[in-house]
Structure formats: structure tokens, C-alpha cells
């Protein structure tokens, strides 16, 4: 298996565990509005995130321009299950629907 596959599937992967750390840390309620922003959640959420987008860049190193943008669509479906699992958020018609009006755009586009 090509490396840059490898790679960019886990930055996805890290992408969408760092929205649910800012999820999370955005449903709670601080005291004040430095500790809203400089939380666990919130420092780690943009640090994997941050992670991610290394990941991504060496990707690229490996993998055609083209081929990127349609695995980072994988991350829409991610969230929508890890949002599932960890919050209890319903995944309805509608959402289903979202996702792949997103992802058969990308995929029209691309081919």
C-alpha cells in the first residue's frame, strides 16, 4: 500500500476526532472567556487538527493532486458516525442524504 494513502487516511481519521474534542469542548460552560479558549479540549482539538494538516501536506508528496480531495471526504462520514457514537446525534435521511450530495459533487467533479 502506497504510503501517502496510509498517511492521509489517518490524517482524516485525526480530523475527525479533533472536531469532536472542539464539540465537546464548546458544549461545556467556563467561568470566563479565556478558560472558553484555552481548554484541554480545545488546545488538544487544534493541535490534532493541526497534526492532521502535516499529515496531509506529506501526503501530498505521494499521492496525486486529484486523488487528496476525494479521500478527505471520507472525514464527512467520520464525523457524522464518531457524532454518533460519542454525542448520540441521530443520524437521519436528511444528513445521509448531505453526505453524499457532498461527496457525488467532489466525485462529478473530479472525474
Not at 66 to 82: A, C, N, Q, Y
Request: include cysteine; glycine fraction near 6%.
Amino acid at each position: 500500500m502506497n504510503i501517502g494513502y496510509v498517511l492521509s487516511l489517518t490524517s482524516i481519521i485525526i480530523a475527525a476526532f479533533s472536531q469532536m474534542l472542539l464539540k465537546k469542548g464548546a458544549n461545556k460552560e467556563y467561568p470566563n472567556f479565556i478558560r472558553q479558549y484555552l481548554n484541554v479540549y480545545v488546545i488538544c482539538g487544534y493541535g490534532m487538527m493541526f497534526t492532521a494538516l502535516l499529515l496531509t501536506m506529506m501526503a501530498y508528496k505521494h499521492l496525486a493532486y486529484r486523488v487528496v480531495p476525494l479521500l478527505e471526504s471520507l472525514g464527512f462520514i467520520f464525523v457524522m458516525i464518531l457524532s454518533r457514537i460519542f454525542f448520540k446525534e441521530e443520524i437521519t435521511l436528511r444528513k445521509v442524504l448531505g453526505v453524499c450530495i457532498i461527496i457525488a459533487g467532489i466525485v462529478i467533479y473530479y472525474i
